[in-house]
């Protein structure tokens, strides 16, 4: 039994399957637990904020990197889960149960709407290179429509959509009277991340996880061996839609606030580029560049640098013009090769 | 609002040991204000703090002001140019300089918060409502006050009790994430003494969570739709008091009483839609038609036909950001001749600048600051900008205000004596005044809002800005006819015009 | 209010909001439709178009026919070189393209605003305009869609009529049988991509007398143009972005009049939702579909 996890954990459905790496990633693991004693609550709400975004990035990696089913607007069911969460939670505001029945209610509206869209594009046949632009206008849609909810004829209970300014006051996430924020937020967040890491990875290299893969390659292949493709994409968008809607949850929580352009064009734009960049092929790949571009991000514009769109918009393109299927999958495959010709060097 | 008294945040307290001057900087501010007590703010002699606050330079190291805005992206063009209002602030109070003011006092505009619980004016809670009055008459020269003609004077001091002012200006990139990102760096971080940020409200909606977690002294520049009541912000931008009702009270007497409005589909579009609304009818106006349009729509062609199909005297355009000012070009293009008024053009996008004349003719807007205002002291602060920033192409409202705030920081610090912060909001609190490049501003204590001196510009068919109506000192009265008091009250919150029974028709 | 001047004012919204969304879609066709290549900088390349016009007419002087003839060519030569240098390793590769483009509208966006500051001087419309029964009309609007309509002719004709356009069609459908049988297919993605490029460019020009000509204004025309081309299909690109930009306008405008502009978003958004539904392969595979119908109805 705990062999068959192990091995479902470390099997090669994502880098890193040698024991250099998995000490390595143990290490990694440690660090971040450390981190938080070393620094000061901001820097530590800070890297939360990187880490608070991985989950809709690893959604992105498993629908588009192992599906390959891309979603322009997976933000959106970000935003649902938010906004449910703050509708909820700040109706029950007191209530120490407020925050989980938000948790709850949030990942419920997400996977229903994923679920009926998914419903429609996928049992459809919608022509693959549609997706994108249909989840697309699904989430300008949402923004449209929030965008114009200032007012008092849009509030839920005693919770005020508020428009364009977004809603306010949310409710940290608390379990019973313990309320996560600063430091404990950061080990809550990394606790999902690192659950939703190893689920990821287990999942996809389960049966079921190679059966995604193979609607990837050839779906029509697949369909012939007698798989339902059509049941296997639908789960696989709804379950991606709820990593979008743990980080939309987290993001709430840590904020305590959500504004209708987090469902905007720009924003939708993000975690594909997140994904792009580090290789969609792999979990830690995405999750490392996810990292590493909202902490660029975050650097260049509190140094008032005008020139941080440009800067980022450059290393994006070099980025793909050298380094085609993801710049982390990429260095880790050279790495990977340095040390295997430095082995068989030893053993000869 | 949350957050406001978690005890495991490390607030704030008000530290003595800042204070180790010679005197007690308390008292002698109190002792300050009972002198000032009997004088008036209309009549008032200039008095601006030179030398009081000397003995109490005893902390050493830079003042920091933290400041946010968009330096790029799509906000852009507003954030540089209050940008560079702070660089501009921040090194005349490091050459020495300030702008006129000081306490008014009791007796002093708005002053009785310091004694009522909540704000005696404009008969609170129910549907009768006092609307302002017409201006003041003009002079032959148009003015209708003679203002002084140079209002930056010798501070005594260069910097802020004796030490320098460090800006430490940040860019949000016009995005929501990071300007929250940014306000947790510069208060837990940097540890800035007053932080200057915000354009649009929804920025400010997503920072003042943050400010309130941590009770930050903050100032929020813009020209918003009003309401905000919190104990930690300070708001110097005009609201729809001061803009809406005197532009709506003066077209109607002008051009008729049909008004049709066009809004961006959002908070500021549709909260100053609903005080169109309901004041309107006040001045024997009647609203024939309303359109909300989403901030993404940039082809007005229905929009136009709509107003036409529907005859009005006037416009009132609240349309916002660079998608939405195509309306005026398109509707010129189409022939649409109506006269049109705003709270938002000209002031802050320069559209009287960039449109070929005549798209944006007989439009009517009531500003409290614009680059062609035509006294000696405006154009000394303009020839001032331009000197350190000769490339800029305007300076609107917004730069107008941050920089003035920024004056009006340094001056409440040295009334408080110290930059600890909780002394510095209670100094704010004062019954302060300033001669800022508008005229003179008055930060009213119970509401944390100004007054402002309003001017109805307008634009003519070459696109020349005169002046029509000015009304030297317009108060925020919304929030005190809400019994908002936040000397005597803490509050987190923004009001919106749902909760006054007035706007419940 | 007569009836014949309210009907007249409808049909011309109806027009102009038809013309709006093919001209914001119009590079897009090319590039999207045909080469499969995501381009988000779609946006950027107009404003770069608008930007050229507005420096060429305001400053330069020229008159502005030739400033937008002017616009065509230098964005065309810009988007040559971005083929080049970059495009060029992308084909195939749909989603890396999208994230270069990105990229690239990124660093257009963001330099404009650096190079030129936040805004430029406006071009004045052109023409006057026209009244009738209490509406008023813009002629530039009417140019507008007749320079519509003889785009559409002109895209068309390029395509059936020329030999770039055979080759055209037979890259995009098969490009290793293309170049087995002799087309320099290399030459033609060069060639599509800087027309795309070329067309973007041509209607931001012709848009910018409307807009507010401003280093990111080029985001406004993204969403209509993606939405334009994608209800329009790839089965014939040119009748699938015509088709679409008519059927939405048909639905936009008069849920726009009636009840207001957010209604006519929200409905445009909707409409193309169902209509994607409907016919997955887009309007212009519903078209083909209906008159193959009726020409095998016809043989028999």
């Not at chain 3, 999208?98 to 004045?124: D, E």
């Amino acid at each position: 039994m705990t062999s068959k996890i192990l091995h479902l954990i470390g099997g090669d459905a994502d880098i890193g399957t040698s024991k250099t790496f998995w000490i390595g990633f143990v290490i990694a693991v440690i660090l971040f637990a450390l981190y938080p004693t070393q620094v000061s609550e901001f820097r530590a709400s800070n890297v939360s904020y990187y880490l608070l975004n991985i989950p809709l990035a690893l959604g992105m990696a498993l629908l588009w990197g192992y599906c390959g089913v891309l979603s322009f607007g997976h933000v959106a069911y970000f935003g649902i889960a938010g906004y449910t969460y703050g509708i909820i939670a700040g109706n029950m505001a007191g209530n120490s149960f407020g925050p989980i029945a938000g948790v709850l209610g949030g990942l419920l509206a997400s996977a229903l709407v994923a679920g009926i869209f998914a419903y429609f594009v996928f049992y459809s046949r919608v022509r693959e290179w549609i997706i994108p632009i249909l989840t697309l206008v699904l989430t300008l849609l949402l923004e449209t429509f929030l965008g114009q909810t200032a007012g008092y004829q849009w509030r839920v209970g005693s919770v005020l959509l508020g428009g364009y300014n977004g809603m306010t006051g949310i409710p940290a996430f608390q379990i019973g009277s313990f309320v996560f924020m600063g430091y404990s937020f950061y080990y809550f967040c990394m606790v999902i991340v690192l659950a939703c890491y190893v689920g990821l990875r287990m999942l996809l290299n389960s049966k079921f996880g190679q059966v995604v893969t193979a609607i990837r390659e050839d779906p029509l292949r697949t369909e012939i061996f007698g798989y339902d493709i059509r049941a296997r994409q639908w789960l696989v968008f709804v379950l991606s839609a709820l990593l979008a809607a743990i980080s939309g949850l987290l993001y709430v929580q840590w904020g305590n606030y959500i504004t209708p352009s987090q469902v905007g064009l720009l924003s939708a734009a993000l975690p594909v580029i997140w994904a792009a960049v580090g290789g969609r092929t792999s979990l830690l790949a995405v999750l490392i560049a996810t990292i590493v571009l909202n902490w660029v991000t975050f650097t260049l514009s509190s140094q008032g640098n005008q020139y941080a769109m440009v800067i980022i918009g450059a290393a994006l393109v070099i980025t793909m013009l050298f380094f085609p299927r993801g710049i982390v999958i990429m260095l880790a495959e050279w790495i990977g090769k340095v040390t295997n010709r430095k082995n068989s060097g030893a053993a000869t | 609002m949350k957050n406001d008294n978690k005890s495991d945040q490390p607030a704030k307290e008000s530290t003595t040991e800042e204070a180790t001057g010679i005197v007690d900087p308390k008292i002698t501010r109190r002792t300050f204000l009972k002198g000032s007590a009997a004088v008036s703010a209309g009549a008032m002699a200039p008095m601006y703090l030179a030398g009081i606050s000397k003995s109490f330079a005893a902390k050493s190291g830079a003042v920091k002001i933290g400041h946010i805005e968009d330096l790029s992206g799509n906000l852009a063009v507003y954030g540089v140019q209050k940008d560079h209002a702070a660089q501009l602030a921040v090194s005349e109070i490091n050459a020495g300089l300030t702008l006129k003011g000081g306490p008014v006092g009791s007796g002093g505009l708005g002053a009785m918060s310091n004694h009522a619980t909540s704000a005696p004016v404009m008969g609170n809670g129910d549907k009768d409502l006092k609307v302002v009055d017409d201006g003041g008459k003009l002079s032959a020269s148009g003015m209708a006050f003679v203002e002084d003609e140079d209002v930056l004077v010798d501070s005594g001091e260069s910097g802020i009790l004796g030490r320098e002012v460090e800006l430490l200006n940040t860019d949000g990139q016009s995005n929501n994430n990071i300007w929250q990102q940014l306000t947790k760096k510069l208060i837990q971080e940097d540890k800035v003494d007053c932080l200057v940020a915000g354009f649009t409200s929804a920025e400010r909606e997503a920072i003042r969570p943050i400010v309130d977690q941590f009770k930050q002294l903050y100032i929020y520049t813009n020209q918003y739709e009003g309401g905000v009541a919190d104990s930690n912000t300070f708001c110097t931008g005009a609201i729809c008091e001061q803009q809406v009702i005197p532009v709506v009270d003066y077209m109607i007497q002008k051009f008729g009483p049909r008004v049709y409005t066009i809004a961006a589909d959002y908070n500021f579009g549709q909260l100053t839609a609903a005080w169109t609304r309901a004041f309107a009818p006040q001045v024997g106006g009647e609203i024939i038609g309303e359109e909300f349009v989403p901030l993404s729509v940039s082809d007005f062609t229905t929009s136009i036909a709509k107003v036409q199909a529907a005859k009005p005297d006037w416009v009132f355009t609240l349309l916002v950001g660079s998608n939405q000012s195509n309306y005026y070009p398109q509707a010129a293009a189409t022939g649409l001749k109506y006269p049109m008024a705003s709270t938002v053009n000209m002031a802050q996008g320069y559209e009287h600048r960039r449109f070929k004349a005549p798209s944006l003719n007989r439009m009517y807007n009531c500003v409290n600051y614009i680059e062609e205002v035509p006294t000696a002291r405006n154009r000394a602060f303009v020839k001032r900008w331009y000197k350190m920033f000769p490339d800029d192409p305007y300076i609107g409202q917004m730069a107008q205000n941050t920089y003035f705030s920024i004056h009006m920081y340094a001056k409440a610090a040295r009334i408080a004596g110290t930059t600890d912060q909780e002394e510095v909001k209670r100094a704010l609190e004062s019954g302060l005044h300033i001669e800022a490049p508008e005229g003179t501003v008055f930060m009213e204590p119970s509401t944390h809002h100004c007054s402002h001196y309003i001017r109805l510009a307008t634009a003519d068919a070459d696109h020349n800005v005169s002046f029509v109506r000015e009304w030297p000192s317009i108060q925020p009265w919304w929030l005190q006819r809400l019994g908002v008091n936040l000397v005597k009250h803490k509050e987190y919150k923004q009001y919106i015009p749902d909760e006054d029974p007035f706007f419940k028709s | 209010m007569e009836t014949d001047a309210l009907a007249l004012s409808l049909t011309y919204q109806f027009g102009t909001n038809a013309a709006f969304l093919f001209l914001a879609a119009l590079g897009l066709i090319v590039i999207l439709g045909m080469m499969n290549i995501i381009n988000l900088a779609h946006g950027e390349l107009m404003m770069m178009g608008a930007y050229v016009a507005t420096i060429t007419h305001n400053q330069l002087g020229l008159p502005f026919p030739l400033a937008v003839i002017v616009s065509f060519f230098a964005v065309a030569v810009f988007g040559a070189i971005l083929e080049l240098l970059i495009v060029r390793r992308f084909y195939g590769r749909e989603l890396g393209a999208l994230v270069v483009t990105w990229g690239i509208s990124l660093i257009l966006g963001q330099g404009t605003l650096l190079v030129f500051g936040p805004f430029m001087p406006a071009i004045k419309i052109p023409g006057g305009s026209y009244s009738y029964g209490g509406f008023s009309y813009s002629a530039y609007w009417l140019i507008l869609i007749a320079i519509s309509i003889a785009l559409i002719a002109g895209l068309y004709w390029l395509y059936r009529y020329t030999n770039y356009g055979l080759q055209a069609r037979a890259t995009m459908q098969n490009a290793e049988m293309a170049k087995a049988l002799g087309v320099p297919t290399n030459r033609v993605y060069l060639l599509t991509f800087s027309l795309g490029a070329g067309l973007a460019g041509l209607s931001g020009a012709l848009l910018a007398p409307t807009s507010t000509i401003a280093p990111f204004m080029g985001q406004q025309f993204v969403a209509p143009a993606f939405i334009t081309v994608v209800v329009g299909g790839a089965a014939n690109v040119i009748s699938g972005a015509v088709g679409s930009s008519v059927l939405l306008s048909a639905i936009k405008t008069p849920i726009g009049m009636a009840y207001g502009a957010f209604l006519g978003t929200v409905a445009l958004l909707i409409a193309s939702l169902i209509i994607i539904r409907i016919m997955p392969d887009g309007i212009s595979a519903a078209i083909q579909k209906l008159m193959d119908r009726r020409r095998t109805r016809k043989t028999k």
